[in-house]
């Protein structure tokens, strides 16, 4: 008997060998992982794999998840390697920013632009064939280059036909079941300064570490859904041992920043769900940006997805009507609040003081998100003219952007700049739309893209910064010293605040208790 378990074992670790899995598998393997929380073991398990196949595979998951398992390709099994790695990892992040440009990409461009990377990578035998460009479209899950995107403006004439389109089709649902969701960009660390005052260096470069955050609402101005965020890296050093699901936004990332079609067919799934368990059936308006255009879109049970007339988001998309600004201008209230705060106290010590980082950027876009009133979401809706009581002749000169409660953002924006130590400040319309004003000059150059394929990328200041691990201890005598200060200085500080940190005080004393009875145990064993 024995024998024939160790034959049985044997043609079993062959048949792992052996086992390959699709490219739409490795998507599906993926998916599972990131949605249903399975460890590579499970996973490995299910698929008939090995532990390391599977983890080799999650290592490329952003890849596996863009995969389109609607073409022909889905169903290989291995992936052609390109004789010019290099050469290829270029052209692919420049496809991306000429796709996220809304730019229309014919093959002979993308043959020429592979010649000059060829070039700068000193490559003399690379020909850019047609037989390379196809299988670079493969590989790349690049199967059309035409992007139908918002560049140019729509007839003027044709808005209000438009409208009253809209108007019918909206028709059909209650207010609170209408949504619209738009992307933006956010340049989180952003001060309203051109240079520091009492910097020792001066002219310094505005920082512009970017993020995209996705904003969703609907017409009643009741419902909000949490910010989508999307960051560079998985996890930054600030975010080590934080449970992703207890942030205040859905947290995503990619090594750019931008926003994905896997991405956003995970928000519309969530989002699907989300109106299952309500029991709800909605429709949600969005714009037909590229990344929007994921497979499977028109399978969602409980939402249906409504793309708006190309180039016309600036007069019919709500979210480009006041929300979006409303969210920036209420972000940089809190960031410059943050920022006056922080100057006073390190102005003793050191006239510069750190910083924000991201988690401190994910709390404040996310109470920034909470300050945009029901008012602003509804006037904006109001002024995009496509609801049914709207009247579909209305004009967009009939609203006026600045409503009493932005001007009074505005004016209180202002007042907290005018308390910063700066020089040379941005005006407020420059500061408060300044992420889309530098979005253009944010594309890399064919440099920059070669540097960072060779890996001579600057490392984010976010990811190269060390974070100060705090010891049990240190946090009991902060604590201690905290409680003294407010004991010795008559703060106005009520008793149920007291209270609160005695409680915290305790808590953390019973936590190291806990673990050093734990270490015990484990040491026993």
Known sequence: MGKVKRKDLGNNSQNKKRKFLSFAQKKELCEKHRDQNLNGIQLAKEYGISDSTVSDILKKSEHWLSIDTTLPSANNFREKISNYPQIEEAVSIWVDQQISRNLILSGPII??????????????????????????????????????????????????QMRAELQEILAEYELRNIWNCDETALFWRLEPCKTIAHSP????????????????????????????????????????????????????????????????????????????????HIILLMDNAKCHGCENISSLSNVKVHFLPPNTTSHLQPLDQGIIYSLKAQYRKLLCQNRIQAYEFYEEDDPI????????????IAEAWEKVTKKTIIDSWAKAGILPDNNSDISDDEFNNNTDEEEDNIEELQLLINELPITDPLSIEEYINIDDELIAEEELSLEEIVNIVKGQAAVDDDEA???????????LN???????????????????????????KKKIISDKRKRKRQSRLDDFF
């Open 465 to 475: 910064e060390e974070i100060e691990n705090i010891s049990t201890s240190d946090a």
């Open 353 to 364: 003081p750190p910083p924000i980082d991201v988690l401190d950027s994910i709390n404040l």
């Open 201 to 280: 260096v001066l002219g310094k470069k505005r920082p512009k570490e970017r993020v995209s955050i996705l904003a969703t609402c609907n017409a009643s101005g009741n419902e909000k859904l949490p910010l989508l965020f999307i960051h560079k890296y998985k996890t930054p050093r600030v975010l080590k041992g934080i449970e992703k699901k207890s942030l205040p936004v859905w947290y995503y990332w990619n090594s750019k920043a931008w926003m994905q079609r896997s991405i956003f067919m995970h928000f519309l799934e969530r989002l699907n769900s989300k109106m299952v368990r309500e029991r709800r």
């Open 111 to 160: 043959r020429e632009k592979a010649k000059e990377f060829a070039t700068l990578f000193d490559i003399n035998d690379f020909s850019a064939s047609g037989g390379w460009l196809k299988n670079f479209k493969c590989r790349n899950n690049l199967h059309t280059f035409k992007i139908s995107g918002e560049a140019g403006s729509a007839p003027i004439n044709e808005i209000s």
């Open 478 to 504: 902060s604590i201690e010293k905290l409680i003294k200060y407010v004991q010795q200085n008559n703060l106005g500080i009520n008793n149920l605040d007291m209270q609160s940190l005695l409680n915290l």
